[in-house]
């Protein structure tokens, strides 16, 4: 049984820092992709950041130059570093990890391993 489980949310004032942090068990980050998505009341769950299987890591235009993606392997812990923290910001946070097709071989193309989230909420 595969748990993803982020950490670090919390309430900051605009123009703050936070860094989110996602733990995993029975799961090794790193065999396919992975990445971070928010979803703010009464708006769809839009990705924040992702390292894909094969390419470079992806940033939307609106966290792009605010946000760092990164994975610690010998932990394996994958964070969100989020610096210059803006209202908008303001959402539930999910981490997320890709995995093996059932024989092993290669990746699913989606995210299959969602944690519960946890709530970022900024301030002025």
């Known amino acids: 049984q595969v748990q993803l489980t982020e950490s670090g949310g919390g309430s900051v004032q605009a123009g703050g820092s936070l860094k989110l942090s996602c733990t995993a068990s029975?799961?090794?980050?790193?065999?396919?992709?992975m990445g971070w998505y928010r979803q703010a009341p009464g708006k769809e769950r839009e990705f924040v950041s992702i390292?894909?299987?094969?390419?470079?890591?992806k940033y939307p235009d609106s966290v792009k130059g605010r946000f760092t993606i990164s994975l610690d392997n010998d932990k394996n812990i994958l964070y969100l570093e989020m610096s210059s923290l803006k209202i908008e910001d303001t959402a539930v946070y999910y981490c997320?990890?890709?995995?093996?097709?059932?024989?092993?071989?290669?990746?699913?193309?989606?995210?299959?391993?969602w944690g519960q989230g946890t709530q970022v909420t900024v301030s002025s």
């Open positions: 997320a990890a890709g995995d093996f097709y059932s024989g092993g071989w290669g990746c699913v193309p989606d995210f299959v391993h």
């Open positions: 029975g799961y090794i980050f790193g065999r396919c992709g």
């Open positions: 390292i894909p299987v094969v390419g470079a890591t």
